[in-house]
């Protein structure tokens, strides 16, 4: 049994002291909005998740490189982890976008370049799990893991930049917004604060989670040598 | 849509729709680390057994 280090338990109390203090400043904080009514609170969670989820494949990708450059296994371990929870906060993303685009878009999904590249950043994401599931030996499964959490990291800049480089009606959160996108609207101060709070708690979220994926992987790790020895 | 409005529109269900999506996915995805965790803890115990009888 793993011991759990003092500063993960602090940690996990921070992340959730302000996990609840976000959530009240979404629902009682934050002033309504004056056309989208209450739909618009999802856009502090959604861009928030959104930030999780190209955090974690930008720390996937710098793992990759440190694994390639040490081959030391942890880094095989700490980019898995990263992609893991990139996967999850994309798919937030994607889906309360979707569920937020219904009333201000009049429509569930619509194949615009910002909506399109996040899909398919989500799915080369998911590709690298299926990759990782075909390959037996651990250390070719780590290299190519690298190689892909590296290749795979073009889709995130991509992604980012697509509401910029291309005709969108994705509102651009920083920066000016062109002239098709809709469901834009001027953040008020205390607007501004809740998003930049929500962003600080799921940085919280992200290192949190990751650290605790990370000892999962070291355990399946350790239960994985412990078999081979075992069957030898 | 949106048009001439003098009221924020009533998008409440999908507000409530949005959150229960993001608290759902996270909360399904705490429970599975968390489970993976007790399983792998319940291997090793199980292989640390079978390796000190061998």
């Known amino acids: ?232 | 849509m949106f048009f001439l409005q003098d009221a924020p529109a009533n998008t409440l269900n999908y507000m409530i729709a949005g959150y229960a999506v993001i608290f759902g996915v996270m909360l399904i995805y705490l429970i599975s680390l968390n489970l993976r965790q007790r399983n792998l803890n319940q291997d090793l115990e199980v292989l640390k057994d079978v390796e000190e009888k061998d």
């Open chain 1, 1 to 232: 049994m793993q011991t759990k280090p003092r500063l993960l338990t602090v940690l996990d109390f921070v992340t959730a002291a302000l996990f609840v203090l976000a959530i009240g400043m979404v629902f009682f904080y934050a002033p309504l909005e004056a056309v989208m009514g209450q739909v618009q609170r999802v856009f502090y969670f959604h861009v928030a998740a959104g930030w999780v989820g190209m955090l974690s494949f930008l720390v996937a990708a710098i793992a990759g490189v440190v694994y390639l450059t040490s081959s030391n296994r942890k880094w095989d371990i700490v980019s898995l982890s990263a992609i893991e929870i990139g996967i999850v906060f994309a798919f937030i993303n994607i889906v309360s976008g979707s569920i937020w685009a219904r009333p201000i878009w009049n429509t569930w999904w619509t194949w615009d370049p910002r909506l399109t590249t996040a899909t398919v950043m989500e799915l080369i994401y998911a590709a690298y799990l299926m990759l990782r599931q075909g390959i037996e030996d651990p250390d070719r499964r780590a290299r190519f893991g690298a190689v892909y959490a590296i290749v795979g990291f073009v889709s995130v800049p991509l992604t980012f930049f697509s509401a910029r480089l291309f005709r969108t009606i994705h509102p651009i959160v920083i920066g000016t917004n062109q002239a098709g996108a809709e469901g834009d609207f001027d953040m008020t101060p205390m607007m501004l604060q809740t998003f930049m709070f929500s962003l600080l708690t799921f940085t919280f979220v992200f290192a949190d989670l990751l650290w605790h994926r990370i000892r999962v992987g070291w355990l399946a790790e350790k239960v994985e040598q412990l078999r081979l020895k075992t069957i030898q």
